[in-house]
């Protein structure tokens, strides 16, 4: 079995001239929150539509669970459930007869129990057998997640959940994600906010115009974690001789006479400064590109809202 | 497949509409079936001795008159009411089975409409409502969702005219009693006349209807593909339902000129009309009419499922 719930390679979606997504390449490791992050229009949706293959891709693969769409699509879907959008249901139905819909739409079979099961962990017991049209939208929110776990998923897509919820709700929502995560439930999540991506994700993938500019990580306690920094110091050329020497499998890039960016291992970037500081090198600032990211996204955003105004 | 299919048969009775047509049905059987009872002629035992009188009574007619178009008009009169006398058929009584073929017969082009409304909502409110897009994403090829939604539609198809047969039957029992299956029965209508057996004669036209009734299902159906809404897909649903009832007979007269209008859909989609004519359009049997709505119901059935496998779900 495949290590990875999610992998996407090479993902592109063309819809006339135009490039929707371009080469788009990410992997959701198991009971892992993984994030898209993109302003509106940046393709998101469409990344999501493709995987759980509601439109068509152009080009790539995607594999669930170690299963291929092209070749094992049964069986792919099967491990998957999914929000695309705002949840859609027959209003003319109870949230039950919902729920009994999709049951029966899986390849295995769900216990009885297992409807009253999500339903009580949505918080819907007192409405379940009301009609959908007389549900508030946190209600169908909740509905929607009920029915993207039923089947206990191992990878769960959501796009862009919180949108409608209010902030209780959305905290409410990200204990919950972390509770199915911990469970051992993969989790792939849109949105357009960076504090979003920051609180709920592990990991994140910034989409600017359909194409991924950079993953970032979130996770700051695991040690072993490549982390990207920057050494603000008086010499950059001998600071980055030096570091090649002791620390071979860093990367290293020099950035004009006095910074250097390197990727390494969370818990030697301090060996890293020792090291520098015992050969008399000054090192003025280390500065976690974490932060320059959050500038990255921000400039993104910021140019969206300008094309906006203009 | 059957959970696919169970699903739904739950979404078209979980409308009220589905159930509504249903009521409908039997609610026109029994307006138009007192209508029929009460304001059309009423038979007379003695109908026999009254025919005979209005035969000698034409014939004095006849002998009288002085124009030639009038001489002919009453004689054909006269032939017809002889042929009534010598079949035994009155041609007023109202049997059950007479009911069967009249009010019955005439309620079954609304279970048509109902069921092309039903059929054209049936994809397109997927999409109108939005529920497509999680109706997808389940472990299940497109093509075995839509033959299930498919399916459920032919079943209610044939629930409705269930409904129309039973429900038809019941009624004409209450309001006309009893009577004999195998009763000789006279009928002249647009498509031709004959003397039938009443009883067989209804379950042939209802035999027929079925084929044509499949067809415009099929056709419903692939509108409700084509359409991502539901109001447009049920409109030109409907729209086709009586432009095919009316063009059907323009293209009969165009037959004659041109063979290729013997092979458009048109004049097809009505086999009743073998109910009473071994031939249409000069030279067309029920099996060669058969065929031609075979070939047309695979390619709207090749349309409807390589369409809806390729496109893409974007609402
Ligand atoms: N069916 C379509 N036809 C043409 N353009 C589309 C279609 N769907 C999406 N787009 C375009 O693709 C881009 C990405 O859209 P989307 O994936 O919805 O972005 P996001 O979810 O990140 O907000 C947008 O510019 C949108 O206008
Ligand atoms: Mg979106």
């Known amino acids: 079995m495949s290590s990875f719930a999610l992998e996407v390679k090479s993902l592109t979606k063309k819809i006339g001239k135009k490039t929707i997504v371009d080469n788009v390449s990410f992997q959701v490791k198991k009971g892992e929150i993984f994030g898209l992050l993109g302003p509106n229009g940046a393709g998101k949706t469409t990344i999501i539509r493709m995987i759980v293959s509601l439109i068509n891709r152009s080009g790539g693969e995607v594999i669930i669970n170690g299963r291929d769409l092209d070749d094992e699509f049964t069986l792919a879907m099967d491990n998957l459930g999914a929000i695309v959008e705002n949840p859609e249901f027959y209003k003319y139905l109870s949230g039950y007869k919902n729920l009994r819909h999709y049951e029966r739409m899986a390849l295995s079979d769900i216990p009885g129990s297992r409807i009253k099961e999500v339903t009580e962990l949505v918080g819907l017991e007192e409405a379940i057998h009301d009609k959908v049209k007389t549900y508030s939208l946190g209600m169908r929110q909740r509905l929607g997640v009920a029915q993207a776990i039923l089947h206990k998923p191992s990878l769960l897509i959501l796009d862009e959940p919180t949108n409608g919820l209010d902030p209780q709700g959305i905290r409410e929502f990200r204990e919950y994600l972390r509770k199915l995560a911990n469970e051992g439930t993969s989790v792939l999540v849109s949105s357009h906010l960076l504090s979003e991506m920051q609180q709920m994700c592990d990991r994140f993938a910034i989409i600017e115009r359909g194409k991924l500019v950079v993953i970032s990580s979130m996770n700051e306690e695991k040690e072993t974690d490549i982390h990207d920094v920057e050494f603000e110091v008086n010499d950059s050329v001998r600071a980055a001789d030096l570091v090649r020497r002791y620390f071979p499998d860093a990367g290293l890039a020099a950035k004009g006479l006095q910074r250097l960016s390197i990727s390494a291992a969370r818990d030697t970037i301090p060996e890293i400064n020792r090291m520098l500081v015992e050969n008399e090198i000054l090192v003025y600032e280390i500065i976690n590109v974490k932060a320059s990211l959050e500038e990255r996204f921000l400039e993104i955003t910021g140019k969206e809202r300008e094309a906006y105004q203009a | ?315």
């Open chain 2, 1 to 315: 497949m059957i959970g696919l299919i169970q699903n739904e048969m739950m979404k078209i009775f979980g409308k009220k509409a589905s159930w509504i047509y249903m009521v409908a049905i039997v609610l026109a059987i029994l307006i138009g079936g007192i209508i029929y009872v009460k304001f059309t002629e009423d038979s007379n035992p003695n109908w026999r001795s009254e025919m005979k009188a209005e035969v000698t009574q034409l014939e004095a007619q006849v002998k009288s008159s002085k124009d030639k178009g009038e001489k002919e008009f009453l004689q054909r009169e006269i032939e017809q009411k002889q042929y009534y006398l010598k079949e035994n058929i009155d041609p007023n009584s109202k049997t059950s089975w007479h009911f069967m073929n009249e009010v019955v017969m005439g309620v079954s082009s609304l279970v048509t409409l109902f069921v092309v409304i039903v059929g054209s909502a049936n994809v397109s409110a997927e999409f109108s409502d939005g529920t497509i897009k999680q109706l997808l994403i389940r472990p299940h090829r497109r093509w075995s969702v839509l033959l299930s939604k498919y399916i459920a539609m032919v079943l209610y198809a044939l629930m409705m005219v269930a409904v129309l047969v039973v429900s038809g039957y019941l009624i004409s029992i209450i309001l006309c009693g009893n009577s004999d299956f195998n009763m000789k029965m006279y009928e002249m209508t647009l498509d031709g006349q004959k003397i039938a057996e009443a009883g067989p004669q209804f379950f042939m036209k209802i035999l027929y209807l079925l084929p044509s009734l499949f067809v415009i299902m099929t056709i419903a159906f692939m509108l409700s593909t084509l359409f991502k809404s539901q109001a447009l897909a049920v409109g030109i649903g409907i729209f086709v339902l009586f432009f095919s009832s009316t063009v059907g007979g323009l293209i009969v007269m165009l037959a004659d000129k041109y063979t290729w209008a013997k092979f458009l859909i048109f004049p097809h989609l009505d086999l009743k009309i073998f109910a009473f004519q071994d031939k249409i359009m000069g030279n067309i049997t029920l099996p060669m009419s058969l065929g031609i709505l075979g070939v047309y119901y695979l390619i709207f059935i090749v349309v409807t499922f390589v369409f809806f496998q390729k496109r893409d779900i974007s609402i």
